[in-house]
DNA sequence: TTAAACTTTCAATAATTTCTGAAACTTTAA
DNA sequence: TTAAAGTTTCAGAAATTATTGAAAGTTTAA
């Protein structure tokens, strides 16, 4: 299967950004290919165009199902399996979002959280513990933000990012009517 | 400097997530330290306090700097350069966030930015692009909420974060009050 | 069954990244 | 000046991570 220069170098360029985005060369290439073939693709076909063993597909393909990123897709009187994007790009960009969370701050949040509860030896502890019970509170704020964010629909979303700042307005606006309203 | 074995464990976890959170090891171990510490701490401090070369030590902070995390101090009478995080928790957050960003997304989107621009060499060429588009959106949408979201003040944006997904309810009562406002 | 078609595993190797330590460089006090 | 106190650089070594390819495993049609 040969790419067009501009698709190459799209999937390229993921590859380059793979270990910068959480996984490696391998699985951003084969992610970069799959988002940008309108068929499913076989692991033969992943193998061949990219120049990439078969074995390192496989172990691809399976990192990129723990990450909920392709699912497999079967032919009728075919048996290979063909690979293709679990879902459109905003439920990837959840799925990335949410999985680089639970890897990247997840581990911290429990262990912030065992350091904190017993009492600091001496004054040097004490100092160490307000500090990681601030880090641990930012953490968890944004962890639970992030996951209630992610339980929004699409639509409330983009809305809501497209406000952008704008929102500020629109809670000192609500206090305004609010305090208006009852007249204590 | 001996650490007690809670500050140490928090030291190593740093140490370990380090290229999870986009820096290597050592990074990870200095800055832990820096953000457990009351005092600055000189180069050889956190040489030998982490068992970690000199010359490490150097590049690491060099590192540091570049991500504006953490700032030198002079100490009267003293000619030691000593380190300390630049700012509270909610500032090195931000500028972890705001680096990241940059590096992970930016590139990405000059990439696109650039394939999306001249026509399709043929239909293949035409799925892919409308491919592109799809991810340049959504990478920009986000990015500029980012930085939107970044140049609100630590105040608003702990309010907005604690209203979660309430935020929504608030949008649909800002809609209401407009509405039964104008008897249009 | 069985053998063809396909997938997965994993030990060995390659590639990349990180770390060390010695040498070069810079600054400052005397 | 100069030498002591400090910092930075960078080539090579060590550690880590990614990749290959051959062997083992699985599934299915006949």
New binding site residues.
């Given amino acids: 299967m040969l790419l067009t220069p501009k698709i190459e170098s799209f999937v390229m360029h993921c590859?380059e950004m793979?270990?910068r985005w959480g996984?490696?060369?391998?699985?951003g290439?084969i992610m970069g290919l799959l988002l940008m073939s309108e068929q499913p693709l076989?692991?033969?076909d992943l193998?061949e165009t990219l120049?990439?063993?078969?074995?390192?597909?496989?172990?691809?393909?399976?990192e990129l199902q723990s990450w909920r990123l392709v699912s497999v897709i079967h032919k009728p009187?075919?048996?290979?399996?063909?690979y293709a994007p679990a879902g459109d790009i905003w439920e990837l960009a959840n799925r990335v979002f949410e999985e680089r969370r639970k890897r990247e701050m997840d581990p911290t949040l429990s262990l912030l959280r065992a350091s904190i509860i017993d009492e600091p030896a001496n004054a040097e502890e004490a100092y160490a513990q307000d500090k990681m019970a601030e880090i641990h509170d930012l953490l968890e704020t944004i962890t639970v933000w992030a996951s209630e964010l992610q339980s929004m629909s699409p639509e409330k979303l983009t809305t809501l990012m497209k406000l952008g700042s704008g929102v500020v307005k629109v809670l000192e606006f609500k206090d305004k009517v609010l305090k208006s309203g009852n007249g204590k």
């Fill in positions: 590859g793979g270990s996984f490696n060369r391998t699985i290439q076989s692991a033969v193998s120049n990439i063993s078969r074995g390192n597909v496989s172990m691809a393909i399976k009187g075919d048996r290979k399996d063909y």
